[in-house]
């Protein structure tokens, strides 16, 4: 069969995939209609066989020369990939141009990696520049920097072809070769009890300082072996994966350093596309909270704050797997209950004794509640709000907190909680499909 791609069975690693890889030939890689049924048929394989999907992409979009046949090939090719969603992961490398059709596979995939040449857009710069009169180049308008930090499409850059296999084999030790199997423990002689004390000293003493939360991650995790994905797109919330007592986990947590840890809608889309991927997968999740609330601003509203916002909602209450919360510092009103809060129905809720749960902070109450007061009336409500409501032991005492823990004792509660739900199973609602607030 003529085209340009060709698909196998494959080792990565010591795992087994099916691969598909298309050329990047005599005609740039335009997929035919030949190529668009080879990707179907291996996306159909991927399925049957319960095997991961991965495909390496470099194609100029459909040939131009055959027409027709070549949209109707991308067009099966993608119903196919659809398929595989939620049963089998689905992994693109990107290493060379994906424009057009083979650009949306990039939008129906887990997860991405593309190389440093690449680049990848739905209209390319002639087109933008015959709509808008923009000259804009291919790395403007879509390299692969361009989705690592502003797309968000791409997990991360790697330098090369092999780089971005290699990055593809690390993210699969993590995952089952689908939905219904358990992730496979990973080697790890990292003691489950191993006291975490320097995790809570990277707290600064104040509730408005800043501090890096991967370093908190870092020791908590196993080895410290820690895979951040998308870390150059919304900083404000850092999503990867890691084990605990050698069972992979999905972790999720606010960044203070970036924009002090608030959400935003690039946050709330990434926290939520995360959230769906690790449930699809069976990766419990690991939520750490600080964060003041939502960031405020007219333009996030007039673009869909409540819609986005309630992504991370939606994503975190449908979820299926074990869910384990840890309130580090705030945890303030909105942002509190879609950052997996109790009574979202997460499993169990930990909190450190510098956590503060509220509808919101001393400072910001006291403006609304005492706008009319003295300062020193103020200062007075200020230190009794403190005392009376920012502490985790009053939300303990109401059920929305099941222990306050010390921060060294954090990974012998992480580790023990995700080998004790590991068991877990909750009965699903009978229905078609939900309707994702997309």
Known sequence: MAGSTRADVRRLGDREVVL????????????????????????????????????????????????????HGWGTAARAVVRCSGIVPILV?????????????????????????????????????????????????????????????AIEVVPDREA????????LAYLP????????LLDTDDPVDR?????????????????????????????????????????????????????????????????AGTLDIPASQKGARFVAFCDAF??????????????????LEWRGMIRHGAQLAFAYARATVPRIGVTLRKSYGGAYIVMDSRFMGNDLMLAWPSAEIAVMGARQAAEILMRRGSEDEREEFVASYESRLLNPYIAAGRGTVDAVIDPADTRRELCHAVEALETKQERLVGRRHDNTPL
């Open 282 to 299: 069976n990766l419990p999740l690991i939520t750490l909270v600080d964060t003041p609330g939502f960031y405020p601003g007219k333009d």
């Open 20 to 71: 598909v890889e298309s050329h990047f030939g005599p005609h740039l890689g335009a997929l035919q209609a030949a190529d668009g049924v080879r990707i179907a048929a291996a996306a159909d394989a991927a399925r049957t066989m319960r095997l991961p999907l991965v495909l390496i992409l470099a194609s100029s979009g459909a040939d131009i020369g055959e027409g027709l046949p070549a949209l």
């Open 93 to 153: 490398a990107v290493d060379g141009p994906a424009i057009s059709g083979p650009a949306l596979l990039l939008g129906l995939a887990d997860q991405v990696v593309m190389t440093a040449a690449a680049y990848a857009y739905v209209s390319g710069p002639n087109m933008v520049e015959a709509f808008t009169g923009e000259e804009v180049s291919p790395a403007e308008l879509g390299g692969a920097w361009v989705h690592a930090r502003d797309a968000g499409t």
């Open 177 to 184: 070769d689908h939905c219904d199997a358990l992730p496979a």
């Open 195 to 259: 006291p975490t004390p320097e995790a809570g000293d990277l707290l600064p003493v104040g509730t408005t300082g800043s501090y890096d939360i991967r370093k908190v991650i870092a020791c908590l995790a196993d080895d410290a072996a820690v895979l951040e994905l998308r870390a150059g797109w919304a900083p404000n919330l850092v999503t990867a994966l890691a084990s605990f007592g050698g069972r992979p986990v999905g972790l999720i947590a606010n960044q203070p350093q970036s924009v």
């Open 164 to 171: 971005a296999l290699e990055l593809l084999t690390e993210l």
